[in-house]
């Protein structure tokens, strides 16, 4: 797993396989693991790049607050793509990377040969936002002063996504305890905060004209109408609701996903 300092941080990725390029970005908490059911699925016909976000997984994790943006997170996939060489991908991004994919696909759309977004927004996601603002200040508090472990189980008890998640899929709870055992507590409490600080693209999706494919986990209720803004505002998108699953339809259903994305991936010169 090659590291390379980008934008003075340390970050770790991971690249397999050869001929056109996907990139994936995880969601909070996560890592290149997350796409453990996509990679040895694209490989063989795709040059696949994994990126560990700042301070998560086994990038560096920054101390400063200031460390953490949407717009920083951007520039550290564009720095990437330079350090490999790499003209033009298909991006995929889920859940805070897709805020991140939307960020860069504003700003550095000539880079982009196609867009993936899954369970994510391009702005404010709903009614459901204010509660989950709650629940993330209090997972931050208790992070703060007792630790990952503490917090991943008050969000396990009170994260109305978690617990539906961990009900139909319970043998993922403890490979999600794990993924926030390895973030880093910067990583975890700033992350988070970079979401409100971030200037929404939602008038902006107009200017997307690569080919787009949206995913939405037909239980994610938390995204469900953030999903529909997106499909709304980038002409020629195309919106898969996957039936049964929540916010991490990659995770939950691999087999649709990946027969989806495949079938994009088909039609997009990367």
Same mark, same amino acid.
């Given at each position: 797993?090659?590291?390379a300092?980008?934008n003075?941080?340390?970050?770790n990725?991971?690249?397999?396989? *050869? %001929?056109?390029?996907?990139?994936?970005?995880h969601g909070m908490?996560?890592?290149?693991q997350d796409?453990?059911n996509?990679?040895?699925?694209l490989?063989?016909?795709?040059?696949v790049?994994?990126?560990?976000?700042?301070?998560h997984g086994?990038?560096e994790?920054?101390?400063?607050?200031?460390?953490?943006?949407?717009?920083?997170?951007?520039?550290?996939v564009?720095?990437?793509?330079?350090?490999l060489?790499i003209?033009?991908?298909?991006?995929v %991004?889920?859940?805070?990377?897709?805020?991140?994919?939307?960020?860069?696909a504003?700003?550095y759309?000539?880079?982009?040969?196609?867009?993936?977004?899954?369970?994510?927004?391009?702005?404010p996601?709903?009614k459901e936002?204010?509660?989950?603002?709650?629940?993330?200040?209090k997972?931050?508090?208790?992070?703060s002063? *007792?630790?990952?472990e503490?917090?991943?189980d008050?969000?396990a008890?009170?994260n109305?996504?978690?617990?539906?998640?961990?009900?139909?899929?319970?043998?993922?709870?403890?490979?999600?305890?794990?993924?926030?055992?390895?973030?880093?507590?910067e990583?975890?409490?700033y992350?988070?905060?970079?979401?409100?600080?971030?200037?929404?693209?939602t008038?902006?999706l107009?200017l997307?004209?690569?080919?787009?494919?949206i995913y939405?986990?037909?239980?994610?209720?938390?995204?469900?109408?953030?999903?529909?803004?997106l499909?709304?505002?980038?002409? %020629?998108?195309?919106?898969?609701?996957i039936?049964?699953? %929540?916010h991490?339809?990659?995770?939950?259903?691999?087999?649709?996903?990946?027969q989806?994305?495949l079938k994009?991936l088909?039609?997009?010169?990367?």
């Amino acid at each position: 797993m090659p590291v390379a300092n980008i934008n003075g941080v340390d970050l770790n990725y991971e690249v397999t396989g *050869q %001929g056109p390029v996907v990139v994936f970005l995880h969601g909070m908490t996560g890592s290149t693991q997350d796409w453990a059911n996509q990679v040895p699925v694209l490989s063989p016909n795709y040059r696949v790049v994994a990126l560990d976000m700042r301070g998560h997984g086994k990038s560096e994790a920054p101390k400063a607050e200031s460390e953490y943006s949407i717009p920083i997170f951007a520039d550290d996939v564009l720095g990437l793509l330079d350090l490999l060489s790499i003209n033009k991908c298909c991006l995929v %991004g889920h859940s805070i990377g897709g805020f991140t994919a939307l960020q860069f696909a504003v700003i550095y759309q000539h880079r982009l040969a196609g867009l993936v977004l899954v369970d994510t927004s391009s702005g404010p996601f709903g009614k459901e936002q204010n509660s989950s603002h709650r629940l993330s200040l209090k997972l931050i508090e208790l992070a703060s002063s *007792q630790g990952l472990e503490a917090a991943f189980d008050y969000d396990a008890c009170h994260n109305p996504m978690r617990i539906a998640k961990f009900k139909q899929h319970p043998e993922l709870k403890e490979i999600t305890r794990q993924k926030v055992l390895r973030t880093s507590v910067e990583g975890y409490i700033y992350g988070p905060m970079a979401f409100p600080k971030w200037q929404p693209v939602t008038p902006k999706l107009s200017l997307i004209k690569v080919p787009t494919l949206i995913y939405c986990g037909e239980e994610d209720v938390a995204f469900a109408g953030a999903v529909k803004i997106l499909e709304k505002g980038i002409s %020629g998108s195309e919106l898969i609701t996957i039936p049964g699953v %929540g916010h991490n339809p990659h995770e939950e259903a691999p087999e649709i996903f990946n027969q989806t994305l495949l079938k994009f991936l088909a039609r997009v010169k990367c």
